[in-house]
């Protein structure tokens, strides 16, 4: 087995990457991708080497950012700074709230994918994935991560133009 170190210097970036994805937020995706690598070093031992290190350091983030959200849900609080930035940004109100629907009606598209459409659709557009990259978090190849992006983003048009 290599060399704990070793394994974050080559991983690291990618972990990063994917869990920013899932949370974008630079704190929180820190915060994660520690645990990530402390659960991977109490858990090394149980690793049976059926899938890429990569995969699994990525599950282990995965499980752990369902985790914290299930912990937020119950709290349900707003945040008193997002509240706070929000009051300060120089865009109009109006302009914002136009981006916000639009996000949110992607997002909700989004939702309706099946779940590999979706990740693979969240990797590429939030998290700048490359394609090589997508395919080792997904464990699959780099062209079944261009196919399933390129229908993904055929369904999302045909869904906008309805």
């Known amino acids: 087995m290599q060399d704990i170190a070793e394994i974050y210097?080559?991983?690291?970036?990618?972990?990063?990457k994917y869990v920013f994805c899932l949370t974008r937020d630079e704190d929180t995706t820190e915060e994660i991708v520690q645990e990530t690598f402390l659960v991977a070093v109490q858990n090394i031992d149980k690793f049976k080497g059926e899938c890429k290190i990569s995969t699994w350091l990525c599950q282990i983030s995965k499980y752990i950012w369902y985790k914290?959200?299930?912990?937020?849900?119950?709290?349900?609080?707003?945040?008193l700074d997002s509240i706070q930035?929000?009051?300060?940004?120089?865009e109009s109100i109006e302009e914002e709230?136009?981006?916000?629907e639009n996000k949110m009606q992607l997002f909700k598209k989004l939702q309706t994918f099946d779940e590999d459409t979706r990740n693979v659709m969240y990797l590429r557009i939030l998290g700048n994935f490359e394609y090589n990259e997508i395919a080792?978090?997904?464990n699959k190849s780099s062209n079944w991560?261009?196919?399933v992006f390129f229908r993904g983003k055929q369904?999302?048009?045909e869904e906008f133009d309805k």
């Open 9 to 16: 210097n080559k991983y690291g970036k990618i972990v990063y």
């Open 68 to 79: 914290q959200l299930k912990k937020q849900k119950q709290k349900q609080e707003i945040p």
């Open 85 to 90: 930035n929000s009051l300060f940004i120089n």
């Open 97 to 100: 709230i136009c981006i916000k």
């Open 136 to 138: 080792e978090i997904m």
């Open 145 to 147: 991560a261009r196919v």
């Open 155 to 157: 369904k999302l048009k």
